[in-house]
């Protein structure tokens, strides 16, 4: 009777597995990657920390632009990040006038599923991201420039008229826009449900997503720019962070897409199998400010609160100098767009200067400054709890307040509470790290001034709206540049949101699975360009990552 | 058991799935968020009133709450479960392409759990006082108080980084596998989970077991079969326990209940593709038709098997069976 038992507990338990294998749809059939051909990588494995969705753009944001770009174009490339972007699916673009300008496509490419890209699809793609629901794109053909016009002059050439002069039309707004296919977009009307696979130009099309488990990409072997020298990408949602590198040590992955935690640097910088290279990140660590609310609605109590952050002491402290203390202030010092003398110092003694003369002096003499009312100085800055490194700098910054006689209480929330703090403005004071397309991208921290992220629509500010009225009449790069310049003057000046520190960003990979890794400003390394052979990326600005 | 009785204890538990239900619609929403502050990030804000407005339409959450409510219920009703908000495609869809993954993980988990737990308690309870049982209660309490995402990571840093014995993430290669090696590589990154969830909920059987066996050892149905000359084993197993099966067939229940969280944990950390997983990522976005989905399958999971355990109750135990009569 027993000996019967264990093969049948044996069978049902293998029955469970074979049904859950064809429940689960697991492609237990994947298909190698082609043999490689010379200079070619069959396959890689990148282990991405969180699922972007089906890279739909309307449902995915910037922290996933190095996925939606492996399949999707832009007219230029690689970003709006560097100072000349070079063109992509555009042959060139000139500017007729102030608010005009003409654009010539590239012949031949085609889309992914075998259509011609004509100026149909740019002229459709533009007015969709005008005219549609908002994503995080639109602002650049809605706001800031507004495009009052594409005309379609024949299958490869476009006219472009603006509302106002657009001089950043082509270095801003074409290297951020990904291009769509019109004959697929066209019947969406509703883009955020939109859940089928993405049709792109770009270099490698996605043929397999699996919610919340992997991505997996095949090359596109007519590809415009030349066939991609990786066959195959596959990339495992891993979420938890220590999963992802020991995957990486033992060789379950081929590289991370998610940056080396600074207490893992030395220990991988050992290891003879995995090659560890630096980036500059393109994205700031910030204190963000409710300015609505007493009394940090005064600029002077905000630059006091400011001046009394030792930056670099956060910097050696937590990230054990694996960064930059943001000296330089907002926005990011590596953007073409940043003044280069902006600054963000700290003078303690300055800072309690400006609090007395504010009137908020320590009045009872328990070390907090109270307001002539009687109301201590005390404010709670919120932090995400899956941030580490943030919520003991969060916990530093309360020691350096303290000093200054500034009571702050840490509370932690989930990272969606965090965000939804944004839109709600239900805080004091939070924590929250801000990417390149917001702190490298001079017509987003334009539009941030009236977003309600760095000032809000309707609340007074005649100084710095009298800059944004300059900045958008301005009609040349230069002319803009300048513009843009005295904001960012101004803006440090009397801070909204007080940067903290540039991140400095590790990527580890094994070697000998790959070896053709560049950076692109504000993307890292995994980027398509780091899959492109280096005739193709050619003009485009990338650079080895350093040791 | 007549259809009367199944009827009537049936009633109770639809109650019980009304409210559960109910609270599950309930508490994705308390949470702080929504789902368009995930997808959308700090876009969300650059947004204007009438855009938000339109993209919470287009997510259905422009509804007042009870409308929602009530096409949370038709849809369970009509099997419609709806879209997720943060992939696009049908819950059910979702659920079901996760929950055979889980049914492999957790049901042999389940089962290890509390056969291992069980027995252990049972020769505690024969060895009371004796170091033997110190030990087996000080191994046992051990794993209990061990946080299940802690021993996940102890086990991954032991046995895959530096044995190298085993898989560290998944449930399947990431690059892909053919023929019986599929079943082999599944299996290979089954152990590490399972032994996470066993030690993490193999306490209550142990507790349970150990207390039900030190009260029977002292009747004296246990003094007969020992005064027969019958063998330690089968005085302890044949006797002791099996007069003692009933809190263990409770506590399996439970540990059905504990599963569910725990294994929300253990496949996180495993990157393990069950429906444990995707509750974690679906509170992180607020999904709310997700949560609400993943959610109704614990509930139904955990009430029937809570039934299953009332109905076999008489079978086990002549004396309910009397009392009902």
Request: net charge negative; hydrophobic share 45%.
């Given at each position: 009777m027993r000996r019967c038992k264990a093969p049948a507990g044996a069978g049902i338990a293998v029955g469970i597995l074979l049904a859950a294998l064809v429940a689960?749809?697991?492609?237990?059939?994947?298909?190698?990657?082609?043999?490689?051909?010379?200079?070619?990588?069959?396959?890689?494995?990148?282990?991405?920390?969180?699922?972007?969705?089906?890279?739909?753009?309307?449902?995915?944001?910037?922290?996933?632009?190095?996925?939606?770009?492996?399949?999707?174009?832009?007219?230029?490339?690689?970003?709006?990040?560097?100072?000349?972007?070079?063109?992509?699916?555009?042959?060139?673009?000139?500017?007729?006038?102030?608010?005009?300008?003409?654009?010539?496509?590239?012949?031949?490419?085609?889309?992914?599923?075998?259509?011609?890209?004509?100026?149909?699809?740019?002229?459709?793609?533009?007015?969709?991201?005008?005219?549609?629901?908002?994503?995080?794109?639109?602002?650049?053909?809605?706001?800031?420039?507004?495009?009052?016009?594409?005309?379609?002059?024949?299958?490869?050439?476009?006219?472009?008229?603006?509302?106002?002069?657009?001089?950043?039309?082509?270095?801003?707004?074409?290297?951020?826009?990904?291009?769509?296919?019109?004959?697929?977009?066209?019947?969406?009307?509703?883009?955020?449900?939109?859940?089928?696979?993405?049709?792109?130009?770009?270099?490698?099309?996605?043929?397999?997503?699996?919610?919340?488990?992997?991505?997996?990409?095949?090359?596109?072997?007519?590809?415009?720019?030349?066939?991609?020298?990786?066959?195959?990408?596959?990339?495992?949602?891993?979420?938890?962070?220590?999963?992802?590198?020991?995957?990486?040590r033992t060789g379950e992955i081929d590289a991370s897409a998610r940056p080396l935690p600074p207490e893992l640097l030395k220990q991988f910088q050992r290891s003879a199998e995995i090659k560890v290279v630096r980036t500059q990140a393109l994205s700031i660590v910030e204190l963000r400010i409710n300015y609505e609310r007493a009394p940090l609605n005064d600029p002077s109590v905000r630059l006091a609160l400011s001046l009394a952050i030792d930056r670099q002491a956060l910097v050696d402290t937590v990230l054990l100098g694996r960064g930059r203390a943001a000296s330089h202030g907002y926005p990011h010092p590596d953007s073409p767009w940043t003044n280069p003398k902006n600054s963000a110092s700290f003078d303690r003694q300055r800072a309690g200067i400006m609090l007395s003369e504010a009137g908020l002096v320590d009045r009872d003499g328990d070390g907090i400054r109270e307001s002539p009312t009687g109301r201590k100085l005390a404010f709670t800055l919120k932090v995400a709890a899956t941030e580490p490194a943030q919520l003991r700098i969060a916990e530093l910054l309360a020691r350096q307040f303290a000093s200054a006689g500034v009571s702050l209480a840490v509370e932690s929330e989930d990272q969606t509470a965090i965000t939804k703090l944004f839109g709600s403005r239900e805080f004091e004071l939070y924590l929250a790290e801000i990417g390149p397309h917001g702190v490298a991208d001079p017509d987003q921290f334009v539009v941030s001034q009236g977003s309600g992220y760095l000032w809000k629509k309707g609340l007074p500010y005649p100084e710095m709206d009298a800059l944004t009225k300059e900045y958008i009449a301005s009609s040349g790069k230069d002319a803009r540049l300048d513009v843009l310049f005295r904001m960012q003057t101004l803006f440090n000046q009397r801070p909204t949101s007080f940067a903290l520190y540039y991140p400095e960003e590790h990527w580890a990979f094994r070697r000998g699975a790959f070896d053709k890794w560049v950076e692109s400003a504000g993307y890292g390394i995994v980027n398509k360009w780091s899959f492109l052979s280096s005739e193709s990326r050619q003009g485009v600005i990338v650079r080895d990552p350093g040791p | 058991m007549n259809a009367q009785t199944i009827a009537a204890r049936a009633f109770p538990l639809a109650i019980t799935v009304w409210a559960a239900l109910t609270l599950n619609f309930a508490l994705p929403r308390l949470a702080p968020g929504d789902p368009l502050d995930y997808i959308l990030g700090d876009d969300v804000a650059t947004l204007s009133a009438a855009q938000r407005k339109a993209a919470s339409k287009e997510f259905g959450l422009d509804a007042p709450l009870p409308v929602q409510y009530f096409d949370y219920l038709r849809g369970i009703a009509t099997a419609d479960l709806g879209n997720s908000i943060r992939y696009g495609t049908p819950v059910s869809g979702l659920l079901a392409e996760r929950v055979g993954w889980t049914l492999l993980l957790a049901l042999p988990a389940a089962v290890l759990s509390v056969v291992t737990g069980t027995a252990l308690g049972a020769i505690a309870a024969w060895n009371r006082g004796r170091p033997k049982e110190t030990s087996v209660m000080a191994g046992i309490l051990l794993a209990d108080a061990m946080p299940a995402f802690w021993v996940g990571m102890l086990l991954v840093a032991v046995f895959s980084l530096e044995l190298g014995w085993l898989p560290s993430f998944g449930a399947f290669p990431a690059g892909g596998a053919e023929g019986l090696n599929v079943v082999g590589e599944v299996g290979k990154r089954l152990v590490m989970p399972m032994t996470a969830i066993v030690l993490a909920t193999v306490g209550q059987p142990f507790l349970v077991a150990r207390g039900a066996v030190t009260s029977s050892l002292g009747?004296?149905?246990?003094?007969?079969?020992?005064?027969?000359?019958?063998?330690?084993?089968?005085?302890?197993?044949?006797?002791?326990?099996?007069?003692?099966?009933?809190?263990?067939?409770?506590?399996?229940?439970?540990?059905?209940?504990?599963?569910?969280?725990?294994?929300?944990?253990?496949?996180?950390?495993?990157?393990?593709?069950?429906?444990?997983?995707?509750?974690?990522?679906?509170?992180?976005?607020?999904?709310?038709?997700?949560?609400?989905?993943?959610?109704?399958?614990?509930?139904?999971?955990?009430?029937?098997?809570?039934?299953v355990s009332d109905l076999l109750y008489e079978r086990f135990d002549p004396r309910a069976r009397e009392e009902r009569e």
């Open positions: 689960s749809g697991c492609d237990s059939s994947v298909e190698p990657g082609t043999p490689p051909g010379a200079g070619h990588t069959a396959r890689l494995i990148i282990g991405v920390a969180q699922d972007a969705g089906p890279l739909n753009i309307y449902t995915s944001d910037a922290r996933f632009d190095f996925l939606v770009e492996l399949v999707y174009d832009k007219l230029f490339a690689p970003s709006p990040y560097v100072d000349s972007p070079r063109p992509w699916l555009a042959d060139t673009a000139t500017a007729v006038d102030a608010e005009t300008w003409d654009v010539t496509l590239r012949r031949g490419v085609k889309w992914q599923d075998g259509e011609a890209f004509t100026a149909a699809d740019v002229k459709f793609t533009f007015e969709y991201f005008r005219d549609g629901p908002a994503n995080r794109y639109t602002h650049h053909v809605s706001e800031v420039p507004r495009i009052d016009e594409v005309e379609a002059l024949a299958d490869y050439r476009l006219r472009f008229r603006c509302a106002t002069p657009c001089p950043t039309l082509r270095d801003v707004t074409m290297a951020d826009l990904p291009i769509l296919p019109k004959h697929i977009w066209q019947g969406v009307t509703e883009p955020r449900n939109f859940s089928a696979m993405p049709i792109g130009t770009g270099p490698y099309k996605l043929v397999g997503y699996s919610a919340g488990q992997r991505y997996r990409f095949e090359a596109n072997r007519n590809y415009f720019m030349g066939a991609p020298t990786v066959d195959e990408l596959v990339f495992p949602v891993i979420p938890d962070q220590s999963t992802m590198f020991v995957a990486l | 009747e004296d149905y246990i003094q007969t079969a020992q005064a027969k000359g019958l063998s330690t084993r089968a005085v302890l197993f044949r006797h002791a326990l099996r007069a003692s099966m009933l809190p263990v067939l409770t506590s399996f229940t439970l540990t059905l209940g504990a599963l569910a969280g725990g294994v929300v944990v253990v496949e996180t950390v495993f990157a393990y593709p069950g429906v444990g997983r995707l509750v974690f990522d679906a509170i992180r976005a607020r999904d709310y038709p997700l949560l609400q989905g993943a959610f109704l399958l614990f509930t139904v999971t955990v009430i029937a098997a809570n039934w």
